[in-house]
């Protein structure tokens, strides 16, 4: 059973920055694509970005590109989403999520099989 717990989430101003961690439980990590979502309040889950097993694919949300960068360490068993010129819009529960599957792309919520707890990020002044 793989466990993923988020970390790295609070309060910033727009335009700020926050970097947000995932840790797994296990080391073949490298069999995983991870991805991350985020929920405003009263909206559905929306995939942010995604990362290969290996990290030679990363994929973005439009709304998101160019801002946020997503990274990961098999070795640390971490995985790690950048977040920079933060808006109001960005605020919501960000989740990492697992994945067996080869997702040439974010993905949908249905295709990851493993969630963290999720970690609160808002963004005002």
């Known amino acids: 059973q793989l466990q993923l717990v988020e970390s790295g989430g609070g309060l910033v101003q727009p335009g700020g920055s926050l970097t947000l961690s995932c840790t797994a439980s296990?080391?073949?990590?490298?069999?995983?694509?991870i991805g991350w979502f985020r929920q405003a309040p009263g909206k559905e889950r929306e995939g942010v970005s995604s990362i290969s097993g290996v990290g030679d694919r990363t994929f973005y949300a439009d709304s998101v590109k160019d801002r946020f960068t997503i990274s990961r360490d098999n070795l640390k068993k971490q995985i790690s989403l950048h977040m920079n010129t933060l808006k109001a819009e960005d605020t919501g529960v960000y989740y990492c999520?697992?994945?067996?599957?080869?997702?040439?792309?974010?993905?949908?919520?249905?295709?990851?099989?493993?969630w963290g707890q999720g970690t609160q990020v808002t963004v005002s002044s």
């Open positions: 296990r080391f073949d990590l490298d069999h995983y694509t």
């Open positions: 999520a697992a994945s067996v599957l080869l997702i040439g792309g974010v993905g949908d919520p249905n295709e990851y099989s493993y």
